[in-house]
T-cell receptor, first 113, second 115 residues
């Protein structure tokens, strides 16, 4: 089955700086890669996703890149703000069907004022 | 358009009791996924259901756990004879289509505590 590794587990950046979170996956058949933000005690919320037919997607301060050959994808947050502090999870699914998501273990992002 | 609904939000059970968790998908969604999140960990896929069908239960423990999504009413995750290790947050998610590529919307979760 699919295995998703996520790094780092904790990331502390100064407000206004950029943050990058990286994930690798094992199943070359995976074709859908969402990123979720989870605040303490809350539900995971989708912030951006990318499908295997594109290499990059951007939405305001958030961007995701995908390298299918290397089987890794990354989340980039620019101009970080205090409200970006949360746990971020990458995930992978696909294989042509409707699979459950395989999640990474999460990155605790801390924005230092 | 109401989002994914889950109840109860918090559930306390003693060891050996049954826990029953409910999930109502978003309007127009016919695919439901259940995930378990242990403290300080990511979410683990448990089961994927469509109306009246279990599509993938590869993440479900072999014993004590079962899930259903009847033609009418919410999806239910049932845990029989709960043990302390079952304490976790259980999230369900729904999507409008099972043909891949569709984002999953999560409910607020049910936090199960086993005493």
């Amino acid at each position: 089955g699919e295995n998703v590794e996520q790094h780092p587990s904790t990331l502390s950046v100064q407000e206004g700086d950029s943050a990058v979170i990286k994930c690798t996956y094992s199943d070359s058949a995976s074709n859908y890669f969402p990123w979720y933000k989870q605040e303490l005690g809350k539900r995971p919320q989708l912030i951006i996703d990318i499908r295997s037919n594109v290499g990059e997607k951007k939405d305001q301060r958030i961007a995701v890149t995908l390298n299918k050959t290397a089987k890794h994808f990354s989340l980039h947050i620019t101009e970080t703000q205090p409200e970006d502090s949360a746990v971020y999870f990458c995930a992978a699914s696909g294989g042509g069907g409707a699979d459950g998501l395989t999640f990474g273990k999460g990155t605790h992002l801390i924005i230092q004022p | 358009n109401a989002g994914v609904m889950q109840n109860p939000r918090h559930l306390v059970r003693r060891r050996g009791q049954e826990a029953r968790l409910r999930c109502s998908p978003m309007k127009g969604h016919s695919h439901v996924y259940w995930y378990r999140q242990l403290p300080e960990e990511g979410l683990k896929f448990m089961v994927y259901l469509q109306k009246e069908n279990i599509i993938d239960e590869s993440g479900m423990p072999k014993e004590r756990f079962s899930a259903e999504f009847p033609k009418e009413g919410p999806s239910i995750l049932r845990i029989q004879q709960v043990v302390r290790g079952d304490s976790a947050a259980y999230f369900c998610a729904s999507s409008p289509s099972g043909l891949g590529f569709n984002e999953q919307f999560f409910g607020p979760g049910t936090r199960l505590t086993v005493l």
